[in-house]
């Protein structure tokens, strides 16, 4: 079971990000996927959150309508995205996927993946 995040980089403020968290030896069915970052010095916090059950979203309040998490509901059934926009310093952490299953809510997560490096420069 593994659960890999890419698509981080370095970006300048107003920029964006897509990232990828795409999951091994397990499907993405009635799990939540969130995204959390940390940066230097700070707590992990919580970024967003999707459910695969009844596809419900969940942001955290500094997200104010920047960014959105989506589901690929095609051919990388098991990837999840985080498209940012409007990027800004402040946004810059290092940001893991995890997820949690039979959960509508990310509140307590099972598996996490490495975390992906975003850097917003000024």
């Known amino acids: 079971v593994q659960l890999q995040a890419s698509g981080g980089g370095l970006v300048q403020a107003g920029g964006s990000l897509r990232l990828s968290c795409a999951a091994s030896?397990?499907?993405?069915?009635?799990?939540?996927i969130g995204w959390f970052r940390q940066a230097p010095g700070k707590e992990r916090e919580g970024v967003s959150c999707v459910s695969s059950s009844d596809g419900s979203t969940y942001y955290g309040d500094f997200v104010k309508g920047r960014f959105t998490i989506s589901s690929d509901n095609g051919k990388n059934k098991n990837t999840v995205y985080l498209q940012m926009n409007s990027l800004q310093p402040e946004d810059t952490a290092v940001y893991y996927c995890?997820?949690?299953?039979?959960?509508?809510?990310?509140?307590?997560?099972?598996?996490w993946g490495k975390g992906t490096q975003v850097t917003v420069s000024s």
């Open positions: 995890a997820a949690q299953q039979g959960s509508y809510y990310c509140d307590g997560m099972d598996y």
């Open positions: 030896g397990f499907t993405f069915d009635d799990y939540a």
